[in-house]
């Protein structure tokens, strides 16, 4: 027992986390003794600070600084045997390790643990929404659950999915045998689950869970209870997650492609994933600073939002969506890269204007930093702001409609194989634009004044993020389901999954559009007699859509256990994953590869984008960027 | 294709404008918004026609076919000419629609010559309406009633936390945000009565924050203002 608490593991994680609650609640009770507060011993001030505090004890249990710790201590660390790399049975997928391939998995298994909860909550609200009135449950726990869904599927489900994947293919794409910061890596897929149970909590909290929506507007925020630090808090880990996987795919596409492997000749969802983390580093403090500012105002009466003491409401705002707007690209972009390898590869023919698909990438990140304001046309900032808003927010549309007829003239003339990720990516192209054109309807300022805040935005951004995003996070699953697992999945299956999601999709969000218009708000437990129709037929669709993720998960599970082994290259793709096992050895790369041409040559006889005659055996992580050797 | 798609389209447009999207329009800002929305959908309908009707044609002519399985496309990179006309094209279509938008909000926004000012005060979960009388107490009500015909500035404030002032049937919202005074303008046009909705989640009572908001005849307004003024003085 001793020794087991002593190694890096759940058993020091589950000591060192109750170590932790016990030095915040001493810390927190010193401190109010030094300034006689009454009463001495606050249940609210210390799980604040044990919500801060443990998370760091739990982490160093489980391991996560052993490395770093004995290194700054000038210890002998032990990393270099390379333990921590590779998985040899499910057990070692909840341990700490370094290999970007099993921390890609972490990530997305994660993920999509979250999504699933996420959806059982969507379901309890459409089963709320089925008629007017009280149906099942109270208003708190109602707007709970549309806050919690919310948080969890924007901070933990999609955007760390498409970190996971990226996790997992980038560095093989760039032919590379790791992240460039393994131990990086495994912190940030961490401090998920430490997001993702704090958001769970709050269901337990006194008052109930945070019901302020994702946006957790102040200062309904800064006076709720107890459950909203949850979200506060739970954010700065998501947050600082995203920061530090960015920084390493920052470093990792700048430093470690493979000889030969220009920026020109990168994958696009390389280039994806280059544009997502300039978004993420440049833009995620805000949101943390946002919460930040809740949380002293909650728990030390800051006032920054409080108007009668001189606080300003709206600069949360402010802060708040110089985040979140630059937010919906981080939940794009990266979808944007997976449809863009699998139209490539699925319609044999190269990507249409391949230069112009990156350019707009990064003229997209540039015009995202300009336009937050149009999330509050409504909020009665001064007037000015709008207009300019208005004219970025449409411009945006000229990239995002170039990469759209990119893809179809990829199409146009190609053979297209019409299997699983392929239909999920046309359906993305489909569904997408229309959360596009429903965009740039918005953008339009009399018209947001009318729908801002009605069921037309709910329809807006689940037509971006569940049609868009979604749609091409289940695409590039099945696409590198053969190469993360060795195995097939099951074609049939897949394909009626894609089906009944995307029929279930339309039917559910699709009419969000009508009753919006109508006058329908958002956010809402009980509505007017008049949407009544409607609202039970979008229900009775949603669990349709619902159901539709099971097939996706027995697919998953059944094809992951049992399913016929995978060939190394079952797409015929030329992009580096492909060209190495399923799955690829532990290294990645026996052979560093050369990059000798572009991504996407297909219907080029004889094209190749790398190849693998020289016999230098590929340096294991770390080593490139920490101590460059002199060989 | 081409005739396929200019159909589909031709459909498309008729009716979405045949549709009717909106509730009743009680207002001269709604009579704008509606028609904001008319132009919108007879420039969205295309696009998303063409995107349709390219990826149909492309699944029904350029599926692989039995035998096909280590074909591939022909490898074309790129086409300037068609890169510069989808990027030239939307961008017009853009700038038009932006021209055309701010034309409204300017249009909406306009302060007529005679203004009657009503001050909306958003409280946990409540409105209330205040009708400032020259040199007297002005007369608070929890039920909203104007004339029709009259151009009315609305004040927005909130005593707690973020509200949303909204009649759907009169198009225009505003957040009532505390520490700040909002305002918007609206004419109605129609008598009768219509819905006010709190469209910010304010908290638990959200969703039951509604009232009415009563258009009346000039005569009926007058009528029923000097009955509060009675009412107020007593
Ligand atoms: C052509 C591209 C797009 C344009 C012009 C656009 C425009 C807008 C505008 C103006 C709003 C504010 C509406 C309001 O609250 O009054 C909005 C809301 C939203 N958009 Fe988009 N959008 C675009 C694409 C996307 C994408 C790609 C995503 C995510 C993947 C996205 C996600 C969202 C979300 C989540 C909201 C609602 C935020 C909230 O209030 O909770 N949008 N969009
Ligand atoms: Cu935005
Ligand atoms: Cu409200």
Redesign the interface.
């Known amino acids: 027992m001793a020794a087991k608490l002593r190694a890096p593991g759940w058993y020091r994680a589950g000591a060192f986390t109750l170590l932790g609650i016990a030095f915040c609640f001493g810390l927190t009770t010193l401190i109010r003794a030094l300034y006689s507060y009454d009463p001495l011993i606050d249940g609210y001030a210390i799980t604040v600070v044990a919500m801060l505090g443990a998370p760091f004890f739990f982490l160093v249990g489980l391991g996560t600084f052993d490395y770093w710790f004995y290194w700054a201590a000038g210890r002998p660390t032990r990393a270099e045997d390379h333990s921590s790399h590779g998985a040899k049975s499910w057990r070692d997928y909840f341990k700490v390790n370094t290999d970007h391939k099993v921390i890609g998995i972490q990530y997305v298994c994660t993920s999509f643990f979250f999504m699933l909860v996420g959806g059982a909550m969507a379901m309890l609200i459409r089963a709320e929404l089925a008629a007017p009135g009280a149906q099942f449950v109270n208003a708190q726990t109602y707007n709970g659950l549309f806050s919690v869904h919310a948080s969890l599927l924007i901070f933990l489900f999609i955007i760390p999915v498409f970190a996971g994947l990226a996790n997992y293919v980038l560095p093989l794409m760039i032919g590379a045998p790791d992240m460039a910061f393994p131990r990086l890596n495994a912190l940030s897929f961490w401090m998920l689950p430490v997001a993702g149970t704090l958001m769970l909590l709050s269901f337990f909290a006194p008052g109930g869970s945070f019901a302020t929506g994702w946006t957790a507007y102040a200062p309904l925020s800064t006076d709720a209870p107890l459950g909203q630090m949850m979200f506060t808090i739970g954010v700065q880990f998501a947050g600082a997650s995203s920061i530090a996987t960015a920084l390493n795919f920052l470093v990792t596409i700048i430093t470690m492609r493979a000889p030969g492997m220009s920026f020109w000749r990168m994958p696009l969802l390389v280039w994806a994933n280059f544009s997502t983390s300039l978004l993420v580093v440049i833009a995620t403090p805000f949101v943390a600073a946002s919460q930040f500012f809740v949380l002293l105002d909650w728990a030390l009466g800051f006032n920054f939002f409080n108007a009668a003491r001189g606080g300003d409401v709206l600069m949360y705002q402010h802060v708040f969506w110089f985040y979140s707007h630059p937010a919906v690209y981080i939940m794009m972009l990266p979808g944007f890269g997976i449809v863009s390898e699998i139209l490539s590869v699925k319609a044999r023919k190269p990507i249409f204007g391949y230069r112009m698909m990156a350019f707009s990438l990064l003229a997209i990140v540039v015009l995202g930093f300009s336009v937050w304001a149009h999330h509050m046309f409504v909020s009665g900032m001064q007037a000015w702001i709008r207009v300019p808003m208005m004219i970025t927010t449409a411009i945006i549309a000229i990239p995002t409609g170039i990469k759209i007829f990119s893809w179809l003239a990829t199409l146009w003339r190609g053979v297209l194989k019409l299997d699983t990720p392929m239909l999920f990516a046309l359906g993305f192209l489909t569904m997408f634009t229309l959360g596009g054109i429903s965009g740039v309807m918005l953008a339009m300022i009399p018209v947001t004044i009318y729908v801002s805040d009605t069921y037309f935005i709910v329809a807006h951004i689940h037509y971006v993020l569940f049609g868009g995003s979604l749609f091409t996070i289940f695409a590039g699953v099945y696409y590198w389901f053969p190469k993360m697992t060795g195995r097939m999945y099951d074609e049939r299956l897949g394909k009626i999954h894609f089906w009944l999601t995307f029929v279930g999709f339309n039917l559910t969000f699709g009419p969000m559009h009508v009753v919006g218009l109508q006058g329908m708000p958002r956010r809402v437990a009980d509505y007017a007699e008049q949407f009544a129709g409607w609202n039970l037929f979008i229900s009775m669709a949603s669990f349709v859509l619902g159901a539709s993720t099971l097939v996706f998960v027995w697919n998953m599970v059944a094809s992951w256990r049992a399913g016929p082994k995978a060939s190394s290259n079952p797409w015929r793709a030329l992009t580096l994953e492909w060209q190495v096992s399923s799955p690829p050895p532990i290294f990645n790369f026996d052979a560093v590869p050369t990059v000798v041409g572009g991504p996407y040559e297909y219907g080029v006889p004889g094209a190749v984008h790398g190849i693998f005659n020289s016999p230098v055996e590929a340096k294991p992580a770390g080593s490139l960027v920490t101590r460059p050797t002199k060989e | 294709m081409v005739v396929v798609g200019v159909i589909a389209s031709a459909i498309g447009i008729a009716l979405g404008l045949w549709i009717d ?3 009743a329009q009680a207002s001269t800002q709604a009579k ?2 509606d028609t ?2 008319d132009v ?1 959908i007879i420039a ?1 309908v295309p ?2 026609v063409l ?2 009707v ?2 149909g044609t ?2 029904i002519k ?3 076919r039995p035998g ?1 399985e ?10 300037t000419r ?2 510069v006309i ?2 030239a094209l ?2 017009i279509i ?1 700038v038009g ?2 021209i055309y ?2 034309q ?2 300017e249009t ?2 306009k302060k007529p010559s005679s203004e009657m000012v009503v001050v909306v005060t958003g409280q946990q979960f409540t409105w209330t309406f205040e009708y400032p009388q020259p040199g007297g107490k002005p007369v608070r009500t929890n039920q909203l009633y104007v004339p029709q015909g009259q151009s009315i500035e609305f004040k ?1 404030k909130s005593v ?3 509200h ?1 002032f ?1 009649v ?1 049937a009169f ?10 005074t ?1 305002s918007y303008r609206i004419t109605p046009t129609r008598t009768g009565d219509y ?1 006010i ?12 924050m ?1 009232q009415t908001a009563h258009v009346l005849s000039r005569e009926r307004f007058d009528a029923w203002m000097v009955a509060q003024q009675k009412g107020a003085a007593s």
Not at chain 2, 70 to 79: A, I, Q, R, W
Not at chain 2, 197 to 208: K, M, N, R
């Open positions: 999207w909106f509730p704008e918004i904001l929305w919108l969205s696009v998303f995107v349709m390219v990826v492309a699944i350029f599926r692989q096909e280590l074909k591939d496309g022909p490898p074309t990179h790129g086409n068609l890169e989808w990027t939307p961008a853009i629609l932006v938008a701010w409204v909000l909406i926004d927005i707690d936390v973020i949303d909204w759907p198009r225009i919202k505003m957040d009532a945000v505390p520490g700040i909002g819905a909705v709190c469209a910010e989640l304010c908290g638990l009572g959200h969703s039951t509604r």
